[in-house]
T-cell receptor, first 112, second 115 residues
């Protein structure tokens, strides 16, 4: 089945540092979404990308939909303690299936 | 107001029991989903419904039976619970089923523990 490879699996950084994580796939996706999950909560949508090459920002977050439609990255600038959580990429495969495929998640810890 | 709400949030039950998780969305969306998150935090789709019609059934055991009385509700009933069913179950919804621009919103999750 289709899979997304998300890396890194975990990160432990100092407050103020920038963070970068990415997802790759062997197949094409027509939508890329980035979610954040806090402990005991559901995934919350951060950024949605709908076109190849699209670069979108949401505050300190920036994400891009890869030109090949097989990858996406998420950057967080000037990290703060509340950025702690699990970040998931999710892609919707081409073919109008309505199904989201999730990456394995990147666990981010920020040291004050 | 919570856009996608599910109950109960926590459920501890014995093997062999039957239990239900309810979900409601007030976003006016046509499509609802159930996702399962395992102990390694991996999220995988179980079912999707579009306007009360089953669209996706991802090889889930038939002990799991979703029911959609209307497009704002999608409940999940689980028969004969097994230890391996312990997980977090997330309800979600989107305005359409697939297509460009489709964005999925998640509920807060239901933590199921089977003992």
């Amino acid at each position: 089945g289709q899979q997304l490879n998300q890396s890194p699996q975990s990160m432990f950084i100092q407050e103020g540092e920038d963070v970068s994580m990415n997802c790759t796939s062997s197949s094409i996706f027509n939508t890329w979404l980035w979610y954040k999950q806090d402990p005991g909560e559901g995934p919350v949508l951060l950024i949605a990308l709908y076109k190849a090459g699209e670069l979108t920002s949401n505050g300190r977050l920036t994400a891009q939909f890869g030109i090949t439609r097989k990858d996406s990255f998420l950057n967080i600038s000037a990290s703060i303690p509340s950025d702690v959580g699990i970040y998931f990429c999710a892609g919707q495969p081409s073919g109008n299936t309505g199904k989201l495929i999730f990456g394995q998640g990147t666990t981010l810890q920020v040291k004050p | 107001d919570t856009a996608v709400s599910q109950t109960p949030k926590y459920l501890v039950t014995q093997m062999g029991n039957d239990k239900s998780i309810k979900c409601e969305q007030n976003l006016g969306h046509d499509t609802m989903y159930w996702y399962k998150q395992d102990s390694k935090k991996f999220l995988k789709i179980m079912f999707s419904y579009n306007n009360k019609e089953l669209i996706i059934n991802e090889t889930v055991p038939n002990r799991f039976s979703p029911k959609s009385p209307d497009k704002a509700h999608l409940n999940l009933h689980i028969n004969s619970l097994e230890l391996g069913d312990s997980a977090v179950y997330f309800c979600a919804s989107s305005s359409t089923h697939g297509g460009i621009g489709n964005t999925i919103y998640f509920g807060e999750g239901s933590w199921l523990t089977v003992v």
